[in-house]
């Protein structure tokens, strides 16, 4: 049965409760639960964490608290009944505990272990706190420990500041706000000061009281570590201050035995002491502890023979010191104590022992010894603070010690009453003895006795030094051998007061002798009585002692023999006629000195004092007594005040009219010496006098008598310091006036009360008299006044005694009013009279509430002056605080109506303007007068804001309701309207209050919103229909806005307990602020339209505020907007411009979300649905709300760690929203130029220029003036669109798109030519031809492009369910692109399918990426079918201005043929059109369309022939036309191609599969393909017939075994084709002859090809090649792999077993080797088997290099545009033709991009193993001719240690002298846009750029790419158009091995070709700066330099992979003229591939 609890309602969790049962609560340890009901051991409730869950919990695992329950059942609250900081200290640690981790992940580490132990310390505080162990001191000092520690933790964590009164959070509700402020500062104060405590205790107003705080240096002694001493020792501590040359404290005295621990064996680990009352004055003396060594025993240390061993002599031994300067700053920092060792050092000279410490302080080496060792005294030191009393609570282990109090000599700066001393200090200075005849001076030792007047010795009256017994007499040290021997010993004598009169001193001096015996003969003794006849004690000086002779038998039994003789010489003059027969003899030559210092409370060395105390022993001189009271000092006067009061009313008594001045003076100069700070403590004394000992009933007549008398001279007076000093007095003029008479009222039971009242009337009146005078003439009675201000408010409680609360109020009134109340009688004195009504204010009287209703307007009355004249305003703002703490307070008891009346009338409007004054000032950082740096203002600002706002919380309707009813017109209620609400807008603009400060944020905005209820009515009232005011409303409705926006009140960034909690408080102001304006929106009715658009803005930005009610509130608004617009204007143009304006700015600060989208689009579209307008307004908040989602979007990128591509994305999504669906131009051209910045920044300046360019196309050439906008100047639209261009021209000119920027040279060239500004002019067509120049010779790379697709719903708007092609980076290949997608996305995960997705991913709230490589489809065709047009340009064309992208898949429909894969094998191509062409303003544009079409296997066939056949038909034609001079290799390797692949079935396989009847029959409709297929098929024999005849005119004749190879191999071709294809065998005999057989690199990618013809090859080439290549250009397909032995060389043959091997080889991405750029990732693969290559690495015939990264399907589908033989697109080739062309046939140099580093130009090789060997020579002119099919593709960089390489060319040997140029090397390139730069392991080549050799053995048939010599010049490199001028290089293998067979030459020009070389040209590609062209062999150089080559010129100069580097010959043939233009002309044909 569950049953309510009663008592057990809070409990804290004790262990972690999961749950388990059905209904069961999850707890964890530590969290607080409330507790509902229970149940047999369960209870039920719920945690305060998440008070909504409720459920049931084991009551074991729950510590219940005792706790009061307010409002009980179901809405009850549970308060525990803990000490609130215990609350507080557990709610704080559960908040920082969350933070406290977060510092952590934050690497905020030392912020993290130092809140660790802070925490650690609060918990054990905490913990200490609930013990309840603690005295109430010690609670105080624990709470103030734990205060300091969370206000410490709060500060550091950016947590809120706790406002405290007495170390509790105060109730905010309870005090005023002036409090409230002051506590906030104190707070922060304490936080700031937590270290180091104040040195003073502040007084609120007026002067401050500083008591200074006294300091105590602990000093424990903890070993004496000596070697040598052996004997009893005294160690005597002191404090010596160096620059007065004397010590200041006692001594402290430790005694040792001869093993170095203490004598009493009580005292071990007790040798402490504690010096007290340092001030810090003494601290910062220059001070030093010394400590005198005198050791007790034989007179020399290490002469057993000085002395018998019996006879013990005190003697010196040795002193260190420690400066207190050094270890000052370490011992106050500490909290314990710290070791410190010091040095003894001994003295050299015993003359100098008294001066020993000074000489070691001095260092002056000479007078002392150091020790052998570092051995000395072992001390610690520790400081400490405070009044003796606390250190004893504080420290009670010291004190538990037996710590021996050691004081100062003489009284410390602070004199307690109570503390009662009487101490004389005696010093033995020195003495002067004679020899008396000895050949030797004496050993002399002094004996010292304090004898009572009886002539009894004193016991116990010598005092050596605390931490010893005193003792009855005192033996001196004795100095060896010295007559006049120096002591300094200082001695204390603590004399009983009673046994001091009549007591004196006797000092014996013996000789001590060191012979034998070791006696000691007294020879004199001196004495000195300690008081004078007169009853003064003993001087503080040096007296010189007379010294008279005596000897051993002397006794001194009868002292007063000696006591009648004179001791000194003031003694000796006082009573010359002493008679010569007494027993003792003066010694007239024998002197002693001492000196004496008496630290008494009760005994005076003060003659005048005496005689005071004793006047009626002198009536006669009392007058020049108490003249003379003035010289005692203040010292003796506060030890004797009691006596001297009573003696002074005894005088007065004695006679009144005669003395009565004359005390009065006296009494006035006795409590004046009471204020000063070092007596202050004195003051008690004086009150407890006045309470309980003062009997003077009459004085009082007197004193008022006097004091008036005083007064009423002040006009007259010119001198008035006794004035002065009279008002000072005041206050305890009033005690004694007062006390005296309730004396003599209690005597004559209150007769002549009216007497004393009028006699205080009148002196009131006086008073005010001095007040009223004018004394700006006088600065004497100014002083006089500001006295007399000063004091007065101190009389107020003396008066209080006497009179009713009233009439001391309406004298007081009375005062005050008389002071002039003008605020010109000088600074000072407005200040003086505004302390004194601050003292008045906080003065007992004040607190009544019927004085206070005197005395406020007066007050008021002053502060209203000074407030207007902005004058003391600091000051004015304390009493104001003053007056609203006292009325806070009393308001929860009584009314204070009246009283808040009052101030609203007097104050209201006056603080209103200050604060305004105030705030502009701050604003401008102009100190107020008074106040010296902007802290002060910011200071006075929050004291005076908190005046206005603790006024404006006492207000009531009633008094609001007076207020606005109090105004006499509209005009003036508009001024304070208009003032209060600046003054509100100001507070929530200036931060008047830091961030921390919430308690008092949050009040303020309570007392705003409060405020602004009461006033919004007025306003409405007064202000709406005719009398509509336009600023009064605007400034409300700003005020509104900024209030809602506060930053306090946005509740959401709180943690849910401080939610909760200010909820609970104040509720959500914004809501009521938003309800408020709302209305005051809806009163104000037509005006409305006043503030469109003004307040679409700021209402916009309340709209954004996180709070669903004040969104639901404030966005109807809108609607009421738009209404009111349409039906002024008829539409809403403003509303919507402003709108979208403000929207922008507004989500880019952080504002706005989704929910806010949703929202605003679905409550204005429910409001517009009723109107007329409905259509244009549902269009228009459409397209905010779209607007919107860019926004919030494009907000997310910026602000998170997005990628550049995401932000330019996210940029260009909105900008073009803003220019097609909004249409705003500014906001557009803003986006513009923040895009162009992002691409800039991403060094897209391509995608830069084009950006801009939107900019310009906005512009005309027109002379319009443009304002300043942006970083733009005002200037012309003329001069803005041509900076413009330049701008845009200088992109393109750095992304290299120079065809872009032509045009735009040619625009401006026409508008200088316009303005014949010809200079212009001049400037623009030399970079158009500059970027012509480019265009032939730089390098350009050629994208790829890439078609990602995003889908899920967790991708940005902008992306989500979108595919995009973007273009990609340079050198960036598919999987370097996925991983940086990838990267961008990480959530993402990749689809590894080129299918198009389903529903279900579209819909999903993931990520999902499809990316694979696509094709461009040019424009621009015409171009590109231009036969003559360099390479250079169509490149450009390829892949610039694009749209259109093509993706092909091969797949086999119906049952694939294992004969023949051809018959069914078809391809889908995808065409994806693009809504915008690449490049432009973004690297990605959208696809906007795709079209999918499946081409048939027969139109496949047909595309490729076509294709090859226009490719035959270029080159034959360009040899034919000699375009293409000398090098005919080009022309062989495409026909060996051809021929070859034929032979081995390429085309055969067509027709195989096409030509059969079976296929005919079955596809009747293919009827006119087939013809077709056959006739390409014709008609490529036919081309081929032509090429191989031109071949014939042009083949060099050492190329002749290959021409009678083509020839043969063409004849096979033709035979096999014959019976297929009738007319075959009418070709030209001229290709006959036979051919041998030929790779087939060419059929790998442009037709197929049968197994057959790729074994063929290596039948004839037994040459294994083996390596590893890696690719980063764009010739192959994607990142090839880094395995070793996979080396990409495409031989002589391309090996299958099988068709399906072919096609694996052909269409899988995996295996063809030669697949476009834009396909899909194939990798790059070994065509050759590796039982043909050798290769160790390929387990098997096909062994694919890599598998595809992503996105490949089974290898039979896998999409890929280059998996399969190549089509033509309208007849043109594809860029996979053109990778094909380039590969075999267009050698290309190697690029350089300038932006590569050294090492990335690099090609490194990896290690392969190169073997020909002997039996092999007979192939070598077969593959001589072969040379360039060995295809190398570019690297990326990877370097390799030379020598990786072992290759043995043992076949063939060269001399180098007669070696002809290589031929050509070919790459693996569909264009020469890669780099293929040098390798830095291999020597430079030296030659000139434009050489186009093969470097290596020409006849070994093997090229490499390795590098060239490309030098980079800095001017655009010329032209070079020569393939075959080159000079030749070769290297030597193997010396030994002669070649057998004869240099083969290529070049028709060779004999001139090898004679010389012309240099090139300037402009030409020179060698790098360090490698000139030389003949003989040269070092290569350190790094290679950076390649740099213009786009298709020729072959590339190379050199065979080696093992290591080595030095080249060079020659160097010079070269015609005519090979010149040659070399052009053949270059021009290259360049058409």
Not at 1095 to 1124: A, C, K, S, Y
Not at 1176 to 1197: A, P
Not at 1689 to 1716: C, F, K, N, W
Request: proline letters at 6%; one cysteine or more; charged letters at 25%.
């Amino acid at each position: 049965m569950w049953t309510p609890t009663e008592e057990e309602k809070i409990g804290v969790v004790i262990c972690n409760f999961r749950g388990s049962v059905p209904q069961g609560l999850i707890l964890e340890i530590g969290e607080t639960v409330h507790i509902l009901e229970k149940c047999e051991g369960w209870y039920r409730g719920f945690s305060t964490r998440k008070p909504a869950i409720k459920g049931i919990f084991p009551a074991s695992y729950v510590h219940l608290k005792k706790a009061i329950v307010s409002n009980r059942g179901q809405y009850e609250t549970v308060t525990p009944l803990e000490d609130p900081i215990v609350t507080e200290v557990t709610s704080t640690l559960q908040e920082w505990a969350v933070l406290w981790k977060q510092l952590y992940v934050k690497h905020k580490v030392d912020l993290f272990y130092k809140l660790r132990h802070v925490m650690n310390e609060l918990i054990d505080l905490r913990r200490q706190l609930l013990s309840g162990h603690l005295t109430q001191d010690q609670v105080r000092d624990v709470k103030r420990h734990i205060t300091v520690r969370l206000d410490w933790g709060n500060e550091h964590l950016g947590l809120d500041l706790v406002p405290r009164k007495e170390f509790e959070m105060v109730d905010a509700e309870q005090i005023s706000v002036s409090d409230l402020y002051k506590m906030h500062l104190s707070s922060r104060h304490s936080v700031q000061q937590s270290t180091s405590q104040g040195d003073s205790i502040r007084q609120r107003h007026g002067e401050t009281c500083r008591i200074p705080i006294p300091h105590h240096l602990f000093l424990n002694l903890k070993s004496f570590t000596y070697n040598s001493i052996g004997e009893d020792t005294d160690i005597f501590f002191s404090l010596y201050d160096m620059r007065e040359g004397k010590q200041i404290s006692e001594r402290f005295m430790v005694k040792l035995n001869k093993n170095g621990g203490p004598k009493n064996p009580e005292k071990i680990d007790r040798l402490c002491a504690l010096f007290t009352d340092l001030s810090s004055k003494d601290l910062k003396r220059d001070l030093y502890i010394v400590a005198h060594i005198i050791r007790t025993g034989r007179m020399l240390i290490n002469d057993s023979k000085k002395g018998p061993p019996h006879v013990q002599y005190r003697r010196p031994y040795g002193c260190t010191v420690l400066s207190m300067n050094d270890v000052l700053q370490s011992i106050s920092e500490l909290k314990e104590e710290k070791d410190f060792v010091l040095k003894v050092y001994t003295c050299n000279n015993e003359n100098e022992w008294y001066q020993i410490h000074e000489n070691i302080i001095r260092k002056s080496s000479t007078k002392y010894t150091a020790p052998s060792t570092n051995y000395g005294l072992i001390i610690s030191l520790q400081l400490l603070r405070g009044e003796m009393e606390q250190i004893r609570r504080e420290n009670p282990m010291i004190f538990n010690r037996g710590v021996a109090v050691t004081r100062k000599l003489g009284f410390p700066d602070v004199i307690m009453p109570g503390d009662i001393r009487n101490d004389l200090y005696l010093t033995l200075e020195r003495g002067d003895f004679e020899r008396g005849g000895k050949s030797v001076q004496k050993n002399i030792e002094v004996t010292i006795y304090v004898l009572y007047a009886d002539g009894e010795i004193l016991k116990d009256c010598i005092s050596l030094g605390s931490g010893e017994p005193h003792v009855s007499e005192h033996r001196s040290f004795v100095l060896y051998h010295n007559n006049s021997p120096r002591w300094g010993e200082i001695i204390k004598l603590p004399i009983p007061i009673d046994r001091f009169r009549g007591s004196h001193l006797r000092f014996e001096f013996r000789h001590c002798s060191t012979k034998d015996k070791g006696e000691k003969k007294l020879f004199g003794f001196a004495f000195t009585p300690l008081m004078r006849e007169d009853g003064t004690t003993l001087s503080d000086e040096s007296h010189e002692l007379y010294v008279y002779k005596c000897d051993e038998n002397t006794t001194f039994s009868n002292h007063a023999l000696y006591l009648g003789l004179p001791c000194c010489k003031d003694d000796f003059n006082g009573c010359p006629n002493i008679p010569s027969s007494l027993i003792f003899q003066r010694s007239a030559k024998e002197t002693l000195w001492i000196s004496t210092q008496l630290s008494s409370t009760k005994l005076t060395q003060n003659v005048d004092l005496l005689a005071l105390l004793k006047w009626k022993a002198h009536p006669d001189r009392v007058m020049d007594i108490l003249g003379r009271l003035r010289h005692v000092s203040g010292e003796e006067i506060v030890k004797f005040l009691q006596d001297i009061l009573d003696t002074l009313f005894s005088i007065l008594d004695d006679n009144t009219d005669k003395y009565g001045p004359l005390v009065f003076q006296s009494l006035v100069f006795i409590i004046n010496l009471l204020r000063d700070s070092k007596y202050y403590h004195f003051r008690p004394v004086m009150d407890t006098y006045i309470l309980k000992h003062f009997a003077g009933a009459l004085a009082y007549k007197e004193l008022i008598r006097c004091l008036k008398w005083y007064m009423d001279r002040s006009a007259e007076v010119i001198r008035q310091d006794h004035i002065q000093e009279a008002m000072r007095a005041l206050e305890y003029l009033f005690k004694f006036i007062v006390q005296s008479r309730i004396l003599y009222s209690r005597a004559t039971c209150g007769m002549e009360e009216e007497q004393f009242r009028a006699s205080i009337q009148e002196l009131f009146q006086s008073i005010r008299f001095v007040l009223s005078l004018d004394s700006r003439s006088s600065e004497t009675l100014i002083f006089t006044q500001a006295a007399l201000l000063n004091s007065f408010p101190a009389i107020f409680d003396e008066l209080l005694q006497m009179f009713t609360v009233q009439e001391v109020a309406e004298f007081v009134r009375g005062t005050l009013g008389s002071m002039p109340s003008t605020v010109h009688i000088g600074q000072s004195m407005d200040v003086v009279k505004l302390q004194s009504i601050a003292r008045t204010v906080d003065s007992r009287l004040f607190s009544f509430p019927e004085s206070r209703r005197i005395l406020l307007p007066v007050v008021l009355h002053h502060i209203h002056l000074h407030l207007r004249q902005q004058k003391e305003l600091l000051i004015c703002s304390g009493i104001l605080g003053s007056i609203f703490s006292i009325i806070k307070a009393s308001s929860l008891d009584t009314s204070v109506q009246e009283e808040v009346e009052m101030m609203v009338e007097s104050l209201l409007d006056v603080l209103l303007q200050t604060l305004l004054t105030i705030m502009s000032k701050s604003q401008s950082q102009e100190a107020v007068r008074g106040q010296r740096c902007p802290q002060c203002t910011a200071e006075i600002t929050g004291e005076y804001v908190s005046c206005l706002l603790s006024l404006l919380r006492q207000m009531s309707d009633i008094h609001f309701q007076h207020l606005l009813d109090n105004f006499q017109s509209k005009e003036e209620l508009k001024e304070f309207l208009l003032k209060i609400f600046c003054v509100f807008r100001n507070l929530m603009k200036l931060s008047i209050f830091p961030r921390d400060w919430m308690v008092m944020r949050l009040l303020t905005s309570n007392i705003i919103v409060t405020t602004v209820q009461y006033l919004s009515p007025a306003l409405h009232k007064n202000f709406t229909e005719s009398d509509f005011d336009f600023k009064v409303w605007n400034s409300y409705f700003s005020l509104a806005v900024l209030y809602i926006n506060q930053p306090s009140l946005q509740l959401e960034t709180l943690t849910p307990a401080k939610r909760k909690k200010i909820l609970d408080k104040y509720g959500d102001m914004r809501v009521m602020m938003a309800y408020e304006l709302f209305s005051m929106w809806q009163n104000l009715g037509e005006n409305k339209i006043h503030f469109i658009p003004g307040m679409i803005g700021p209402f916009l930005g309340v709209t954004l505020v996180p709070q669903h009610e004040v969104r639901n509130i404030m966005i109807p608004i809108f609607h009421d907007m738009m209404d009111w617009e349409q039906r002024k204007n008829g539409n809403f143009k403003q509303v919507e411009a402003e709108l979208i304006d403000k929207l922008d700015s507004l989500v880019s600060e952080g504002k706005g979300d989704e929910n806010y989208r949703e929202l605003f689009s679905l409550l204005l579209l429910e409001k517009i649905e009723q109107e007329t307008w409905r259509e244009t307004g549902i269009s228009f908040v459409t397209s905010v709300t779209r607007l919107m989602e860019r926004l919030l979007d494009y907000r997310d990128c910026m602000k998170g760690d997005e990628t550049e591509n995401k932000k330019i994305g996210c940029t260009v999504n909105l900008l073009n929203f803003y220019k097609s669906e909004i249409n705003k131009e500014e906001m557009y051209i803003r986006y513009i130029h923040k895009l162009c910045d992002m691409h800039l920044q991403a060094e897209n300046y391509t995608e830069a220029a084009f950006t801009l360019l939107l900019y310009w196309e906005l512009l005309n050439w027109e002379d319009r003036p443009l304002r300043e906008f942006l970083h733009y100047p005002a200037q012309s639209e003329w001069q803005r669109k041509e900076g413009l261009c330049r701008k845009v021209i200088h992109y393109f000119n750095k992304g290299k798109c120079w065809e872009y920027g032509i045009p735009l040279c040619r625009e401006l060239a026409c508008q200088y030519e316009a303005l014949y500004d010809y200079q212009s002019l001049s400037w623009i067509r030399k970079m158009e031809a500059a970027y012509y120049d480019n265009i032939m010779e730089q390098q350009r790379l050629e994208p790829e492009f890439f078609r990602v697709g995003f889908y899920g719903r967790k991708f940005p708007f902008f992306l989500r369910n979108k595919e995009f092609v973007c273009r990609g980076h340079d050198y960036e290949r598919l999987e370097a692109f996925q991983q940086r997608m990838l990267g961008e996305f990480p959530q993402a995960i990749a689809m590894q399918h080129p299918n198009q997705p389903d529903e279900a991913i579209l819909q999903c709230d993931a990520q999902y990426l499809q990316i694979y490589a696509v094709t461009p489809i040019p424009e621009n065709m015409d171009v590109l079918q231009l036969d003559r047009v360099p390479d250079r340009i169509k490149s450009f064309y390829r892949v610039n201005n694009v749209r259109r992208f093509r993706y092909d898949r091969p797949f086999h429909k119906g049952p694939k043929d294992r004969d023949n894969e051809f018959k069914s094998l078809w391809i889908e191509r995808t065409t994806l059109i693009l809504t915008h062409p690449l490049p432009g303003i973004s690297r990605w544009f959208e696809v906007e369309k795709r079209e999918v079409v499946e081409v048939s296997p027969l139109e496949n066939a047909i595309y490729v022939v076509e294709n090859k056949n226009h490719e035959l038909r270029t080159l034959i034609s360009q040899y034919q036309h000699k375009q293409l001079h000398g090098n005919i290799n080009l022309l062989s390797m495409c026909l060996n191609g051809v021929i070859d692949a034929a032979v081995n079935g390429g085309i055969a396989r067509y027709q195989e599969a096409f030509f059969d009847k079976e296929y005919i029959t079955s596809h009747p409709e293919d009827a006119e393909k087939i013809t077709q297929l056959k006739d390409l098929m014709q008609e490529q024999v036919h081309i081929l017939g032509v090429g191989l005849a031109v071949h014939e005119k042009l083949v060099h004749p050492e190329m002749r075994p290959l021409h009678k190879k083509l020839i043969d191999q063409f004849q096979m071709m033709r035979s096999s084709l014959c019976h297929g294809l009738p007319g075959l065998e009418k070709l030209s005999p001229a290709c006959s002859g036979s051919s041998t057989p030929r790779g087939n690199i060419h059929m790998t990618s442009h037709s197929p090809m049968s197994p057959e013809s790729m074994k063929l090859v290596h039948r004839h080439s037994p040459l294994n090649l083996l390596g590893s290549i890696r690719h980063s250009s764009s010739s192959l397909s994607s990142h090839t792999s880094s395995e070793t032995g996979n080396l990409v060389i495409l031989t002589d043959g391309l090996v299958g077993e099988t068709v399906d091997d072919i096609y694996r080889m052909q269409a899988s991405p995996s295996s063809s080797s030669l697949s476009s750029t834009h396909s899909a990732p194939s990798q790059m693969i070994n065509s050759a088997p590796s039982s043909i290559r050798g290769s160790p690495s390929l387990p098997d015939k096909y062994r694919h290099n890599r598998e595809m990264v992503m996105l490949l399907p089974p290898h039979r589908d896998r999409p890929s545009s280059a998996m399969y033989p190549a089509m033509t697109e309208n007849g043109q080739p594809t860029n996979f033709h053109r990778a094909l062309m380039q590969q075999m046939i267009g050698p290309c140099k190697p690029c350089s991009d300038p932006n590569l580093s050294v090492a990335e130009k690099a090609v490194p090789t990896a290690p392969s193993s190169w073997s020909l060997d002997s039996g092999t020579r007979e192939a070598m002119p077969f593959l001589t001719a072969h040379v360039g099919n060995i295809m190398v593709p570019p690297v990326p960089p990877r370097t390799l240690p030379p020598g990786h390489f072992s290759m043995h060319f043992d076949a063939f040997h060269h001399q180098i002298s007669d070696l002809p140029p290589a031929l050509p090397a070919r790459c693996l390139r569909k264009s020469p846009l890669h780099p293929i730069p040098a390798s830095p392991t291999s020597p430079q080549s030296g030659l000139d750029g434009s050489n186009s050799t093969l470097s290596g053995s020409a006849s070994s048939g093997v090229s490499s790419l390795s590098e060239s010599n490309f030098g980079q010049s800095s001017e655009p490199p010329a032209r070079t158009d020569t393939m075959d001028s080159v000079p030749s290089q070769a290297w030597n293998t193997d010396e030994d091995i002669e070649s057998p067979y004869l240099p083969v030459r290529y070049s028709i020009s060779e004999p001139d070709v090898l004679d010389s070389v012309k240099p090139p040209p300037c402009r030409s590609h020179s060698a790098p700066g360090g490698v000139t062209p030389q003949d003989g062999h040269h070092d290569p150089p350190a790094l290679p330099p950076k390649p740099y080559l213009p786009r298709g010129e020729g072959s590339i100069p190379e050199e065979e992979i080696r093992p290591r580097p080595m030095p080249r010959k060079i020659s160097q043939p010079l070269m015609s003229n005519k090979e010149e233009q040659a070399k052009v002309a053949w270059e021009h044909g290259i360049n058409e591939e």
